[in-house]
């Protein structure tokens, strides 16, 4: 052992640094000491092969005190790990005491501008999911593409969801900052051309572009935040960065239906633009890069590790199994080929990305010791998947159920759902602060993941003539149990996994929480048109049920009573809420299946944890 072989040159509990010429001309067995100038020497151990080993072995007959001297070797990245006497593998460290190269953190004014940044950032990302929801029909009529509405979502969710494992891996491999400034400039370029867009394909083009960037850029924001504070910290910057979702699904219709009625609708993109300038500036001013060893490859070395055939596979698998949702019982019949065929595509394509990924083992856009062999990252991405389910369904259609049945306006419906978004917020805001002051994050999680399958469940009873009471209570209780829960997902990942692990780590729990969001519209929009489709034709046998859902939510109060009777008019309003609270047996499920997932995540300490890595040079 090192330290054995040390204590032969120990005294009275110093250590005698080795001289210049031994380490130049031999290769030394123990890692070097600080010498009595403070400087600590950099030399490799053949049999270690982490970059960084801490022991703390005492030699017989010293005390602690005389002991707390420690080997160490220093490679160019800064994780800090420790050998498993189980089976050789390296583990993260956890520190009894504050981060011993905390200085390479940011703090103050420049950790300030760095969070607005990335702030404005996701917030610009999750603002385009939603704005463009109250644009769709000033768009459909002076492009006259009515038929085209189904794609101005899917092409921005296709890139976004099936690009962020891939850019995971670049993260991991390339110069972070300019991979997310990269990512940036392709999402404001997508965002320009959909608003100087002089045709509908133009603006779907468009759509896939900022998606593209899109997809590079939570994750980023996430890795940004997680080399630029110690983990003891991150959870606040996690929650308030994740924030900026809840924040943007209210704001966004709200904002949209301002800017399309008062000035147009394409400012529903160019408003991206002077945010993502200031998301640049603060990320290339004063985001510190980490320096890390093993982005130190080739070119070629570095694509290899990109994964190139999985990530292919990977996106045309996701595009398959987006398009037979967006199509199945809306677009088509579910027993069209169309659909099925994207379908059988999908399952083909998901067993030929799962034997790439297995074969590609380490260097696999999944990589299976990552997904499968760490219970917490696999349990985060489950629960990342169930939550974002649940919680997207509520937001598209509470605004329905709003418009439809009480009879608000698009801005109005909004303004119905800040009791949600308010105590979303709050909630996720002081159990970042809790989670940092007392290092634990299962309680949070296991008591937001009950609660939020509760508040479900209770949204799930709205009827036409339910007041505010209800309909505010029910959203303040979901809201409070998914603001605990869902940012658990981000910081149980970087507490469990080693700094290089980490881009990847983020890209696989926000891909899930995309992929979440994906698919959960389109199943609700499935049941949801499936159950409003059935309960008019059955309540309404003799009205033309298709002709009152194309009126759309906002038409039930003006077209509709055009249509039938006064008395009939009740009966559409019941159909309109029985298809909502139907829609809304979706989150029931996710909800209780993410309580249930989240029984197996592990119990760490995050306020004694050693962090990965440091935010600068």
Sequence with gaps: MAAAQNSNNQEEGNIKPPSTNETENSVVESAAEQST???????????????????????????????????TAVLPNQAVTEVSSHDGTTATEPAEEEEMNAQNYLTGIPLLLLTIGLCLTTFTVALDNTIIA????????????????????????????????????????????????????????????????????????????????????????????????????????????????????????????TLTDNISWRWCFWINLPFGGVAIAAVFFFFKDPKRDYINLTLMEKIREMDLPGAGTLISCIICLLLALQWGGAVYPWSDSQVWGCLLGFGLLLILFLILQWRRGERATLPPRILLRQRTVLVSALLST????????????????????????????????????????????????????????????WGGTALFAVGCGLLSTLQVNSGAGKWIGYQIMSGIGAGAAIQIPFIAIQAVLPEKDMPIGNAIAIFFNSLGGAISVSIAQNIFQGTLLSSLRSALPDVDAQSIISAGATGVQGMVPDLVSQE??????????????????????????????????????????????????
């Design 37 to 71: 100038t403070g400087t600590e020497k950099e030399v490799a151990d053949p049999r270690v092969s982490s970059d960084r080993v801490e022991t703390n072995s005492n030699p017989p007959g010293y005390s602690e005190e005389e002991t707390k001297t420690k080997e």
């Design 134 to 257: 109250t644009a769709i029909p000033r768009i459909t009529t002076v492009f006259d593409s009515l038929n085209d509405v189904g794609w101005y979502g899917s092409a921005y969710l296709l890139t976004t969801c099936s690009l962020q494992p891939t850019f995971g891996k670049i993260y991991s491999f390339f110069n972070i900052k300019w991979t997310f400034i990269v990512a940036l400039i392709i999402f404001e370029g997508g965002s320009i051309l959909c608003a100087a867009a002089p045709n509908s394909l133009a603006l779907i083009i468009g759509r896939a572009i900022a998606g593209a960037g899109a997809s590079g850029l939570f994750s980023g924001s996430m890795t940004v935040i997680g080399f630029s504070v110690p983990m003891r910290k991150r959870a606040v910057f996690i929650s308030i960065i994740s924030n900026m979702f809840g924040i943007a699904s209210v704001v966004g219709p709200i904002l949209g239906g």
């Design 386 to 445: 169930f939550l974002t389910m649940a919680l997207y369904t509520h937001v598209y259609y509470l605004p329905i159920y709003f418009q439809a049945v009480k009879g608000t306006s698009a801005e109005g419906s909004g303004i119905r759902t800040i009791a949600y978004l308010i105590s979303n917020t709050v909630t996720s805001f002081v159990v970042g602060a809790l989670v940092t002051a007392l290092g634990h994050y299962v309680p949070f999680l």
């Design 568 to 617: 009939q008019l009740a009966a559409v309003y019941q159909s309109y809420t029985r298809a909502v609270d139907t829609a809304f047996y979706l989150p029931i499920a996710t909800a209780a299946a993410g309580f249930l997932v989240s029984l197996g995540i592990e119990w760490k300490n995050v306020k004694g944890k050693k962090t990965q890595g440091g935010g600068g040079h």
